[in-house]
């Protein structure tokens, strides 16, 4: 960055006065989503994780005290993984990707209607590898 000359003003005094300057200086990204956008965004990941830990939970106690649970904390988790990833994933044919298999598995364990061992130890160890993937991926920060 040059130093700049002290004798010369900050601002232009021919320039006409703005009272609010120019959004697009301050922005990170140039392709940010609106306000309206990202308190949405905000709400659905709030949202999503919740359900998505209230499912998970279920599914960890019954794991761990060996008990049988219905298919409702599945569709609840599914559900989640939908919202959450409706809210977090930026791509769009990965997110809807994501989204049409989360509300396929909650309708299949549905019409299924009963949890096996088996799906549970697939969805504990799925959701494993998804906390430790974003806990160890990197944020672009500029």
């Known amino acids: 960055m040059a130093p700049t ?12 006065f703005t009272a609010s300057p120019d959004p697009s200086r301050f922005s990170r990204d ?12 905000t709400a659905e990941m709030m949202v999503g994780t919740a359900m998505m830990f209230i499912g998970f939970l279920n599914v960890l106690l019954s794991i761990s005290g060996g008990f049988e649970i219905s298919v409702f ?9 939908a919202i959450w990833g409706h809210a977090v994933i930026k791509h769009p044919t990965v997110r809807y990707v994501v989204i049409t298999c989360a509300i396929a598995l909650g309708l299949a364990f549905f ?21 430790v993937f974003f806990m160890f991926k990197t944020s672009k920060i500029e």
């Open 111 to 131: 019409h299924y209607g009963e949890v096996l061992f088996w799906h549970k130890q697939v969805i504990f160890w799925a959701t494993v590898a998804l906390v």
């Open 5 to 16: 000359d002290p004798n010369k003003p900050l601002h232009d005094p021919a320039a006409p």
């Open 73 to 81: 904390p599945l569709i609840l988790y599914f559900a989640g993984v």
């Open 30 to 41: 140039q392709d940010s989503e609106p306000a309206d956008d990202r308190y949405l965004s």
